[in-house]
């Protein structure tokens, strides 16, 4: 390949004086209580300690609503009305007859699709953009799958017949919330499990929606009950005698401490953790498009994703290449207002996580990372961080070390590499 | 450049279901309110208000013209375009016509639209045009060559024609939708750029499809490889269909963002 002289030219404008006029989407339909109770057998139910704490909206910090503190009495409660609701009408319902229940939780879900994206947005700072073309279809689309298996599960497998297990108590993260619990609530049903669901203290307002949508299509009551809380809520469901599976979605860290409550008793488990994937090009790649599945990989959901691409390893024949077009691209995203229609990213989910991609940052810089961050203005209020690159060399692994696969961060860390 | 020291294998390959998927952010873009009215007034003022009919007569170039000057006469401020695109016989009725206005007048050549011609021909044609007063030429790429692999062929003959055009400006239209692939569009792209071209063009208007949004795209992405790698910049010219107001509108904002001039 002919080497050429790059030529040294100015860098890119990229504020040239066309922009795109603020779209937000409307909020005005949405229906949000000021205090939301738990769901338990079917209904409402204050929590018995009388706690409940707030949910606030992370792109301005007002809070959204009030949210009950389930404690270890309610969590027995929802645990009893599951197993109640497991004797006596989702185990002894046809097969078919469960899947009807699903489907119509699916169609009510498409029906309030709206709503629920709006609010997912809200609560959990995910641009707009992503919840009405991802998170919410997506989610409807799991109960409209699980409702066709309702009847067909226990056929899968050759020579073997499916069963239900019994109660399964599912406690799940902030970064997908009605997703993941729709990833949750859907297969367990079909299979003709009763649920206790626990979403992450940050984001439990689509789940509370989607209860009411659980009550609107008239199931049994009992066979899904939602508790909100925090860790200590998720404690007291891991270590109920009458659950019979516990799923989790969420940090290695936590899946660790269920691995070890639950060892040595007859619960089963399945648990989803962190992991972070590496992106890796050569110089023969088609480079633009590349470039972009960089970027989708690790600003998609502002890096909240667990297989999130935060590691880029590069050729070092086109390593300056990719860099400056990686800058480029990135000077193109549109950070800010989550409800605007043309946001790419969002606000991160809490200020907790908001701190420890600071800290992370920090330690890269420290560990001679070069430190490259998109020339956006953020907004003054609520959590954010701007598009970031960290570039290093291959000897910088402490911050692998940490604990680094759990955070969730909308910063790529890149390395060259030599073939 | 020299055509030496220019290699296709320098362009990179194109991954289609990328470029779609780039394709779709841009189209779910909200442009409304200014964005949508700068949008509109920016392209107007780029537009090549274009007649390349068989049928095409003095009377229709002139009111042609009329209308390129005063898009319309009620809204004074909407800008008038760029320049009108005609055959090269009908460029002198253009430019007694515009005299006196800023819109330039554009003339087809090189045996347009096919470029079945031999070099001589369209040399001498490209030159008759800018002698009639042409500030533009629009030529086509012998995509027959192209697709047979013979580059050096067609980079000559851009290079010849840039040459006949003197100090008009050259346009080198691809015509896109008869070279199949987006690793296509991105080689004759750079293959045009660095023989010379000011402006890289998608299409004449005879072929479908014509200018869609991944073409634009590729196209603006050599652009501004071109850019770092020269520091020229080349302009882009999708050609599409007046009517087509929102692929308008997405292509314009792929343009905005990507930064680079479009025509």
């Known amino acids: 390949m002919a080497k050429k002289q790059t030529k040294k030219t100015a860098a890119i404008k990229f504020d040239t004086d066309w922009t795109y006029a603020p779209a937000p989407e409307s909020k005005d339909h949405i229906r949000l209580e000021e205090k939301y109770d738990l769901f ?28 009950s503190d389930a404690n270890e009495k309610d969590v027995d409660k929802a645990v009893s009305s599951a197993r109640n609701a497991y004797d006596k009408y989702w185990s002894k319902m046809p097969a078919k007859e469960r899947g009807k229940y699903i489907y119509r939780i699916a169609r009510i879900m498409q029906e309030r ?63 997908f ?19 206790v669901l626990k979403p992450a203290e940050t984001t439990p307002l689509t789940a509370l929606k989607l209860a009411e949508i659980i009550r609107d299509a008239d199931l049994p009551p009992g066979v899904v009950n939602i508790i909100t809380g925090a860790g200590a809520t998720g404690a007291a469901l891991v270590n109920h005698p009458d659950i019979n599976k516990i799923a989790f979605t969420g940090s290695t860290d936590v899946g660790k401490i269920i691995q070890k409550a639950i060892a040595g008793t007859n619960k089963k488990y399945t648990l989803e953790l962190g992991g972070k994937a590496a992106n890796i090009i050569f110089e023969d790649a088609p480079i633009d498009q590349a470039v972009e599945g960089v ?66 940052l920090k330690i890269g810089v420290n560990e001679g990372g070069e430190m490259y961050q998109s020339s956006c203005s953020l907004p003054t209020k609520g959590f954010w961080c701007k598009p970031t690159i960290l570039q290093m060399f291959l000897n910088h692994r402490e911050l692998y070390k940490k604990k680094f696969s759990d955070l969730f961060w909308p910063f790529r860390h890149s390395e060259r590499l030599k073939k | 450049m020299k055509r030496s020291d220019f290699s296709l294998s320098d362009s990179p390959a194109i991954d289609q279901v990328g470029v779609e ?41 002139k009111q042609l013209c009329t209308k390129a000057m005063h898009p319309h006469s009620i809204f004074p401020d909407i800008p008038s375009v760029a320049a009108v695109c005609v055959y090269p016989n009908l460029v002198r009725v253009a430019k007694t016509t515009l005299q006196g206005s800023k819109v330039k007048v554009a003339a087809v050549a090189t045996a347009f639209p096919s470029g079945m011609s031999t070099r001589k021909v369209k040399l001498e044609e490209t030159k008759w045009a800018v ?32 040459e006949a055009c003197g100090n008009a400006h050259l346009k080198v239209i691809l015509e896109t939708g008869e070279l199949s692939t987006l690793d296509n569009v991105r080689r004759a792209s750079d293959l045009a750029m660095h023989a010379g071209a000011d402006f890289i063009k998608t299409s004449t208007g005879k072929i479908q499809p ?5 073409v634009t795209l590729v196209m603006l992405e050599a652009i501004r490889d071109f850019y770092y790698e020269t520091g020229k910049q080349i302009g882009m010219k999708p050609a599409v269909e007046l009517q087509q107001l929102n692929l308008h509108f997405n292509i314009w904002s792929c343009c905005a963002k990507h930064s680079v001039t479009t025509g």
């Open chain 2, 21 to 61: 998927e780039r394709i779709s952010r841009f189209t779910k873009r909200s442009i409304k309110k200014e964005s949508k009215m700068t949008a509109l007034k920016m392209a107007l003022s780029m537009v090549d208000l274009t007649t390349l009919e068989a049928k095409d007569t003095p009377g229709k170039v």
């Open chain 1, 40 to 67: 338990i057998d079917g209904k409402f139910t204050p929590p018995s300690s009388g706690k409940y704490f707030e949910t606030i909206n992370p792109a301005n910090e007002k809070k959204l609503a009030m949210v």
């Open chain 1, 295 to 360: 970027i989708n990989g690790i600003f998609f959901n502002q890096g909240h994703v667990c297989c999130a691409g935060s590691r880029l390893f590069i050729q070092e024949s086109i390593a300056a290449k990719v860099i400056r077009k990686l800058k480029d691209r990135m000077e193109t995203l549109i950070v800010g207002d989550p409800l605007d229609k043309n946001t790419d990213i969002g606000a991160i989910n809490s200020r907790m996580q908001a701190d420890k991609i600071k800290q992370y």
């Open chain 1, 113 to 175: 699709a709206r709503e629920l994206a709006v609010i997912e947005t809200m609560d959990g700072g995910k641009a707009i953009r992503e919840s009405r073309d991802v998170d919410v279809p997506l989610a409807a689309s799991h109960f409209f799958y699980y409702a066709g298996w309702a009847d067909k599960v226990k056929y899968a497998v050759p020579g073997a017949s499916a069963r239900p297990l019994g109660v399964a108590g599912q406690i799940i993260p902030w970064n």
């Open chain 2, 131 to 162: 002698g009639e007063g042409a500030d533009e030429i629009d030529m086509v790429i012998s995509r027959g060559h192209f697709l047979a692999g013979e580059y050096g062929f067609v980079y000559d003959e851009i290079a010849a024609v840039k």
């Open chain 2, 210 to 214: 014509a200018a869609t949004l991944p």
């Open chain 1, 177 to 195: 919330p009605l997703l993941m619990a729709a990833w949750k609530i859907a297969p367990a049903l079909a299979a003709g499990n009763t649920v």
